[in-house]
């Protein structure tokens, strides 16, 4: 029953602070509340217990992926969007495909059916992540860490300017 | 115990007490700081207030409450209001998995001395360590002003880069006790009749210079750099919101200290645990143990501040990327094999 109030807590907050983030016109509120979607998340996997997956998403997108964010609105300066005047089209568009995808995720979620994880004292799941991780798709996960890296090395030649000397 | 004592006191207690403890540290922190740093510097320090100057710390508090509330009319109001409860929120939360001392049986009722145990507890308190970086960096932009943003980029480079080697070193930790558990990795300490410290030398070294850096302190206090930045990020504060801040800094190392005693140094434990001859130890209360350790490593802290200059703000990168960050994956791979190869 709490485990319920709980879960629908986090999220109706996690629903509310993702609809802000759009609405938002100051980049920097977004990413707050882009902040509170990832922490609200978080809590929704507590109250399911999964909280291998809960600590991860406060870890891995609150205290990295948000701060990234944040990062690159201050250094590009982002500064209030100013609405633009839109016409019939543009604007039919701007509601149409968002509702269309919106009953495309419920129709999907409505049909598949989902199997109830094991849970338990080990069901806060990090072995079972272990294992499909290191032993089952070893080969794919390596593979996309590799790819990742290659990314990375190539957006980094790509953008750096020519002839610099970097006496570090 | 009737299930109303049960269930509804003790939780509630247990609430109160999370909140109040970190507090309560947090006084006797400033106060022993100022102290201990005075008599270090041969100043007398504050003296005044109370016996030795113990209810200095209150005083502040006084005179901040009463402050005016300043707020500079390019702030983001919104950003602005809400960066001191961020810092607050995600300090305070964390206590809730610390455990303070062994479960006390009270007749058939086992009292737990922590809100929460996970199994996950370290990956939580590290998560929430880092979500503190929102309210640093949300406070320093949102006053508009140029020292708290600069200030406050400073301080979300360093606490970004020197969270990797605290994680590497606290992998090393779950690895060894096999659970990312705190209250497990203490019976682990436990049952293993040795610290981790004392295993692990270089993971505590690592973790606790990462520690003393995340937590903004001297010498890797660049963030609040006086001499160039003003006050860093909270320039622009005042009042209870400054106080918010600078409270949250001493609650955080407070946490921090709590993660190095029960990652490293037994937790609750006595001196020596195994040792037949030393078992009249028991007899002391593991509270008691828990404190005297946290004492000694919030000690350091003060120690620490008064004796290193501060670093330049590339070494202290450098010193992150160039030599923690290696160090700290030399020593991750030594103790995999070992843990492999036993």
Redesign the interface.
């Known amino acids: 029953m709490i485990t319920l109030a709980v879960f629908i807590f986090f999220a109706v907050l996690a629903v509310v602070a993702a609809l802000l983030v759009v609405v938002q016109k ?1 980049a ?2 977004s990413v ?1 509340y882009l ?1 509170f979607t990832v ?1 609200a998340t ?1 809590g929704v996997f507590f109250a399911l217990q999964a ?2 997956l ?3 998403q ?2 891995v997108y ?3 992926i ?2 990234l964010y ?2 690159v609105i ?1 250094i590009v300066n982002l500064k209030e969007i100013v609405p633009e005047r839109r016409g019939l089209v543009p604007k039919l568009f701007l509601v149409g495909v968002p509702v269309l995808l919106c009953a495309e995720v419920v129709t999907l979620v409505m049909r598949t059916g989902f199997p109830s994880a094991p849970s338990g ?2 069901g ?1 799941g ?1 072995r079972e992540m272990a294992e499909m991780l290191f032993a089952s798709y070893l080969l794919p996960f390596e593979a996309a860490s590799i790819l990742l890296l290659a990314v990375l090395i190539g957006a980094i030649v790509v953008a750096r300017r020519r002839h610099i000397d970097d006496p ?1 | 115990m009737t299930p109303f004592v049960a269930d509804v006191l003790i939780p509630v207690g247990k609430i109160v007490a999370v909140i109040l403890y970190p507090m309560i540290m947090v006084v006797v922190m400033i106060w022993l700081e100022r102290r201990v740093v005075a008599l270090m510097q041969g100043r007398l320090g504050p003296n005044r207030v109370g016996f030795q100057g113990v209810l200095q710390p209150v005083a502040d508090a006084v005179k901040l409450f009463f402050k005016e509330d300043i707020m500079q009319r390019q702030a ?1 109001a ?2 602005f209001n ?1 960066s001191p409860v961020l810092v607050m929120f995600s300090s305070l939360l964390a206590f809730c998995f610390v455990p303070l001392g062994e479960p006390i049986r009270i007749g058939t009722y086992t009292l737990t001395l922590w809100i929460a145990e ?3 507890g370290l ?2 308190i ?3 360590s ?2 503190s ?2 309210g640093v ?2 406070g320093g ?2 006053s508009n002003s140029k020292y708290p ?1 600069m200030g406050a ?1 400073r301080s ?1 480079v360093q606490v ?1 880069s020197y ?1 990797i080697p605290t994680g590497l070193t606290v992998l090393t930790v779950a690895f060894v006790a096999r659970s ?1 558990d705190l209250v497990e990795i203490v019976r682990r300490q436990e049952a293993s009749g040795t610290w981790y410290g004392f295993l692990m030398p270089v993971s505590f070294i690592v973790f606790w210079i990462s520690a003393v850096a995340e937590t903004n302190r001297a010498p890797f206090d660049l963030p609040e750099a006086e001499s160039e930045l003003v006050a860093g990020y909270h320039t622009e504060y005042s009042g209870m919101k400054f106080a918010f801040f600078y409270m949250a800094e001493y609650a955080h190392m407070v946490l921090v200290s709590s993660l190095v005693v029960i990652l490293f140094f037994g937790g609750w434990l006595p001196p020596f645990p195994s040792v037949k001859a030393l078992a009249f130890l028991h007899a002391v209360p593991g509270f008691v143990w828990y404190l005297v350790k946290i004492m000694f490593f919030l000690y350091l802290y003060v120690w620490i501040r008064a004796t290193l200059p501060r670093y330049r703000f590339d070494a202290l990168i ?1 010193l992150v990327w160039k030599w923690l960050i290696p160090l700290a994956l030399v020593n991750f791979l030594v103790v995999a094999l070992v843990r492999v190869l036993r």
Request: charged share 10%; glycine share 10%; proline share 4%.
């Open positions: 100051n920097m509120h707050l902040a922490l978080a909280e291998y809960g600590a991860i406060i870890l609150g205290g990295g948000v701060v944040i990062f201050i004292p080990e806060s990090f570090d | 983001d919104f950003l809400i996970s199994p996950v990956l939580i590290l998560g929430l880092s979500i970086v929102f960096i949300f932009w949102a943003l980029l979300v970004l969270e990312m450098r």
